[in-house]
C-alpha cells in the first residue's frame, strides 16, 4: 500500500514524499493465523471484522473511527495496535520517494509508483533467494489506468529483468521466485493490505523528517528486511 500521492505533476510541499509498503507474510501463517488475530482486534473495538483499517481515517477519528474521540478508547486502540504489529510475524519492504528531488536530478523521470514497484520487487526477490522460497505479489486494485500501468511494469521486470550494465538481474531469477501479481479490490478487506497501509504513513513522516522521534516507527522498526542489523538499502530504499 502506499503513503503520499505519485503525481509529479503537482508536489504537496507539506508532504513531497510518495511511499510504497509490503508486508511478506508466509502465506500458511497468515491464513491460519495471522487473518484471524487481525479479525479479532477488529471485533474488540467494532464488534465487526468487516471494518476496514485505513490510516488516514484513523488519524482524522473519521467514522467508525470516532470511538478514538475518547482518550481511554484512543489509548487502548493505539496500544493493542502496536502490540499486534509487534506479534505478527511478518516483514517489511518499503521504497520512499522523495519527488522533488527525483524531478530536479532527472530530466524525464518515472512515475513513482512504477518506479516504487521497481524496487520492491528487487528485494522482494533477495527475500526469496535468501529464503530459498518462492511468492507472489498482492496489491490493492485501483483505477483501471492505475493498474493498467502496474501491470505493464510487472510483466516488463519478469520478461527482461532489471537493472542497468553495472546493476543487472536477469528476468530468469523473476521467473524462478515470483510467481504472480494479484489485484484485490478494497472492498474484499485484505487484512494484509490493511495492514501495509498502517505502516506506510509513519514510514514516510520518518523519511521527510528523520530528526522527529517515531513511536510508530519504533513498533515495527525490528520488522524490515536487514542486513546485520542495517535496514536501509535492504528493507528501506529511499530514492533518490
Known amino acids: 500500500d502506499e503513503s503520499g500521492d505519485h503525481s509529479l505533476t503537482k508536489i504537496d510541499e507539506q508532504f513531497p ?44 477519528c473519521l467514522p467508525p473511527f470516532n470511538i478514538l474521540l475518547n482518550k481511554k478508547t484512543k489509548e487502548d486502540f493505539y496500544k493493542d495496535c502496536n502490540n499486534l504489529l509487534s506479534n505478527l510475524n511478518f516483514t517489511i519492504l518499503a521504497i520512499a520517494i522523495k519527488k522533488g528531488d527525483l524531478k530536479q536530478q532527472y530530466s524525464d523521470p518515472s512515475n513513482p509508483y512504477n518506479l516504487s514497484l521497481y524496487f520492491i520487487m528487487e528485494r522482494f526477490l533477495y527475500f526469496l533467494e535468501e529464503n530459498d522460497d518462492v511468492g507472489y505479489i498482492s496489491v490493492e486494485s485501483r483505477d ?9 511494469t510487472y510483466t516488463s521486470i519478469m520478461n527482461n529483468g532489471s537493472g542497468g550494465n553495472n546493476h543487472n538481474i536477469k528476468a530468469e531469477r523473476f521467473q524462478n521466485r515470483i510467481q504472480k501479481m494479484e489485484f484485490v479490490e478494497k472492498k474484499q478487506n485484505q487484512n494484509g493490505h490493511q495492514l501495509a497501509d498502517l505502516i506506510a504513513y509513519p514510514i514516510a513522516r520518518f523519511v521527510l523528517d528523520r530528526s522527529k522521534d517515531s513511536k510508530a516507527l519504533d513498533v515495527i522498526k525490528s520488522k524490515f528486511r536487514n542486513r546485520g542489523g542495517k535496514i536501509r538499502g535492504y528493507g528501506l530504499k529511499i530514492f533518490p
Open 17 to 60: 514524499v510518495f511511499c510504497l509498503a509490503g508486508c511478506i507474510f508466509d502465506e500458511n501463517e497468515y491464513f491460519q493465523n495471522d487473518d484471524a488475530r487481525i479479525d479479532a482486534f477488529k471485533i474488540k473495538y467494532f464488534n465487526d471484522s468487516d471494518i476496514i483499517l485505513h490510516s488516514r481515517e484513523i488519524r482524522k
Open 144 to 152: 483501471p489506468k492505475s493498474n493498467t500501468d502496474l501491470l505493464e
